[in-house]
T-cell receptor, first 114, second 118 residues
Framework: DSGVTQTPKHLITATGQRVTLRCSPR?????VYWYQQSLDQGLQFLIQYYNGEERAKGNILERFSAQQFPDLHSELNLSSLELGDSALYFC?????????????FGPGTRLTVL | AQKITQTQPGMFVQEKEAVTLDCTYD???????LFWYKQPSSGEMIFLIY??????QNATEGRYSLNFQKARKSANLVISASQLGDSAMYFC???????????????FGKGTLLTVNP
């Protein structure tokens, strides 16, 4: 158990819908990262937050957005869903700061868009 | 841009034998870090081992060791005394540092599916 929690574990929805994925980092971790794992694209970095502030964006679509709240949990919002958005979405957390070496991954949310 | 290459889509090994999973990388950064993660069929990503570019010795964590050859830009994972529970997908990843070194993201390879036979 990495200490990172993600809910829900599975999510099935229809095209055009909007969903919210939730992540709680390990106790004491200030950085939260979101990754998408799909069969065709592999594991891709989406976005990172550090102590409530967005720090970097990767291959995140404009239909996707995220935020980190004062209690450090994070939410990834996916809207106008398409079939190709079906994937495993991981949240990871780390202490953050200089010398930070390890990202600990949550169990993931498996999104299926029908 | 950073790139990670894992050339072995699948590997087979007999239980109790050692196996090496290949990883090569490409970066123009002087300071970087290399990671290996294990992903069992259940889907979670498990951190295995880390090697910093300035570390003089190869990293080891129990049965896992990282064979780091900087000049060749390779960071192969060696698993000794394989166990049935080692059957999983293994990902090599590189750390890309930004924001003045206080944050980083991971760039992953495509992965190698390891099967341990009894």
């Amino acid at each position: 158990d990495s200490g990172v929690t993600q809910t829900p574990k599975h999510l099935i929805t229809a095209t055009g819908q909007r969903v919210t994925l939730r992540c709680s980092p390990r106790s004491g971790d200030l950085s939260v990262y979101w990754y998408q794992q799909s069969l065709d694209q592999g594991l891709q970095f989406l976005i990172q937050y550090y102590n409530g502030e967005e720090r970097a964006k990767g291959n995140i679509l404009e239909r996707f957005s995220a935020q980190q709240f004062p209690d450090l949990h994070s939410e990834l919002n996916l809207s106008s869903l398409e079939l190709g958005d079906s994937a495993l979405y991981f949240c990871a957390s780390s202490v953050g700061g200089i010398g930070d070496n390890e990202q600990f991954f949550g169990p993931g949310t498996r999104l299926t868009v029908l | 841009a950073q790139k990670i290459t894992q050339t072995q889509p699948g590997m087979f090994v007999q239980e109790k034998e050692a196996v090496t999973l290949d990883c090569t990388y490409d970066t123009s950064d002087q300071s970087y870090g290399l990671f290996w993660y294990k992903q069992p069929s259940s889907g979670e990503m498990i951190f295995l081992i880390y090697q910093g570019s300035y570390d003089e010795q190869n990293a080891t964590e129990g049965r896992y060791s990282l064979n780091f050859q900087k000049a060749r830009k390779s960071a192969n994972l060696v698993i000794s005394a394989s166990q049935l529970g080692d059957s999983a997908m293994y990902f090599c990843a590189m750390r890309e540092v930004y924001s003045g070194g206080s944050n980083y993201k991971l760039t992953f390879g495509k992965g190698t599916l390891l099967t341990v036979n009894p």
